[in-house]
């Protein structure tokens, strides 16, 4: 195995006894159940240590692992694919900088679509669409 725990689907498993085991939003394809469960009846399953994503094949599962955790936050060690997205959850979770705030209720933010959305779902106020990308950073 490439990593992970991989488990062995025996010929009399069925969907009903995988789908414990799956992560909510793998509960939602069926298209891979069909795949392991018609096509590789003793297939081997790998599963992501980091993120608990199950595949059906060693080379889905390392083309996962080339993009998963390839960014770690530094602070709460959650993996990230992208740089990016990285430093926006830094931005979001682990900033003291929250330069928008809200007018009626105080609650500030560190990125601005937060804020738009919290303006949205809270105060029924949407706002216009923002000036520039410089913005929000």
């Known amino acids: 195995s490439t990593g992970g725990s991989p488990f062995v689907l025996s010929e009399s498993s069925k969907l009903p006894a995988l789908l414990p085991a799956l992560p909510e939003d793998q509960k939602k394809s069926p298209g891979d159940f069909h795949q392991i469960t018609s096509h590789r009846v003793a297939?081997?399953?790998?599963?992501?240590?980091?993120?608990g994503h199950i595949f059906p094949t060693v080379q889905a599962f390392t083309r996962h692992k080339r993009a998963c955790n390839k960014y770690e936050c530094p602070i709460c060690h959650r993996g990230f694919s992208q740089v990016g997205n990285m430093?926006?959850?830094?931005?979001?979770?682990?900033?003291?900088?929250?330069?928008?705030?809200?007018?009626?209720?105080?609650?500030?933010?560190?990125i601005q679509q937060s804020f738009r959305y919290h303006m949205r779902d809270k105060h029924g106020i949407i706002l216009g669409k923002p000036n520039s990308k410089a913005e929000e950073k």
């Open 43 to 51: 297939a081997k399953l790998h599963r992501c240590d980091h993120c």
């Open 87 to 110: 430093r926006r959850h830094m931005k979001i979770f682990h900033s003291d900088q929250k330069p928008f705030e809200c007018k009626v209720c105080n609650k500030a933010y560190g």
